[in-house]
Every structure is written in C-alpha cells, then in structure tokens.
C-alpha cells in the first residue's frame, strides 16, 4: 500500500504542476487571441491536454484515498471539492465557447470576459491548494 500511496504522490504532483502549465497556456491563447475562429480551433486542439490533467489528479487522489483507507482530512474534502469545480469550470468555458454566436462583432470580446474570469479562478485555487499543502 505505501508504495502505491509513494508513487501516487509523486504523479499528484506532476498532474498539479500539468494542470498549472495548462491553465498558463490557456490564458496566454486567450490574451494574445485576436480572431475567434481561430481560437476556437486552438482550443478544441488543446482541450484534451486539461482534461487528461484533471484525470491524473482525479485518479492518483483516489488511489491515495484507498491507500491512507479513505481517511479524509480537510485538505482532502477541499482538493475533491475543487477537483469537482474544476470540471464544471472547464465545461462551462467550453459549452460558452462552443455556443457563442461567432457571427456576432464583439463575440471574442464577450468571451474573453467569462473565459479569463474563470482561468483566473482555476489558476489561484490550484495555487492556493497546493501552497497550503506542500508548505
Ligand atoms: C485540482 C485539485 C487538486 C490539487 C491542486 C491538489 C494538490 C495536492 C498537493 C499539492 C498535495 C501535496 C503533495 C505532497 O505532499 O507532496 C496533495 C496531496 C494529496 N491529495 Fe490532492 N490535489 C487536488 C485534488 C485531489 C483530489 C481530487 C483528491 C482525492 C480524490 C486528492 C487527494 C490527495 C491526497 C490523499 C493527498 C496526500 C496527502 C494526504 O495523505 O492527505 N487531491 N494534493
């Protein structure tokens, strides 16, 4: 059991700092975007490097929880919690961008809005949860 709650660990680890790296280039594609349509292709491109992200953290969390025989601290109640909003977070930014009205003058405007309101969320949690736990 210790070693699959070592080396879980370790790839927790990875999947939070892959999960910073993404949400960074995330905003950088959103900052430095100036045409929606072809943002939007970047972004169906890059969406699957999230999502396999917030599956490693998802998975080695529980491979954790099972090894420690599910004994839940509060960090571990807040880290399931966020790990849940971060997938309603990503959905929500997708369906938006999937939904927009790209016909429309103002539509990367009326994007960027939400989009980067929610990267901000998603990058200051994550870093807030790992400084509590690794300091
Ligand atoms: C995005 C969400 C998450 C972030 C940012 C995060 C971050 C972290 C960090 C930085 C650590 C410390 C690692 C170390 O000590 O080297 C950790 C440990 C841990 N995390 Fe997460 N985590 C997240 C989601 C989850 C989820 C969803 C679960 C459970 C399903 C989970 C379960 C654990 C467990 C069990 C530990 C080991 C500490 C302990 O034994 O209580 N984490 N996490």
């Excluded at 969320?121 to 400084?131: D, H, M, P, R």
């Amino acid at each position: 059991m210790n070693e699959m709650y070592d080396m879980s660990i370790v790839t927790h680890n990875l999947g939070v700092m892959g999960i910073l790296a993404v949400i960074l280039v995330n905003l950088v594609m959103l900052f430095g975007a100036r045409e929606i349509r072809s943002y939007a292709k970047r972004v169906r491109i890059f969406m699957p490097m999230s999502a396999t992200m917030i599956a490693v953290i998802l998975f080695t969390g529980v491979v954790m929880m099972a090894a420690k025989h599910l004994d839940f601290s509060i960090e571990n109640i807040i880290m399931i919690l966020f790990g849940v909003a971060l997938i309603f977070l990503e959905l929500t930014r997708y369906k938006k961008l999937k939904h927009l009205d790209i016909s429309k003058e103002d539509a990367l405007t009326t994007y960027k809005a939400l989009g980067l309101k929610i990267l901000y969320v998603e990058f200051f949690v994550t870093l807030a949860i790992s400084a509590w736990m690794l300091l």
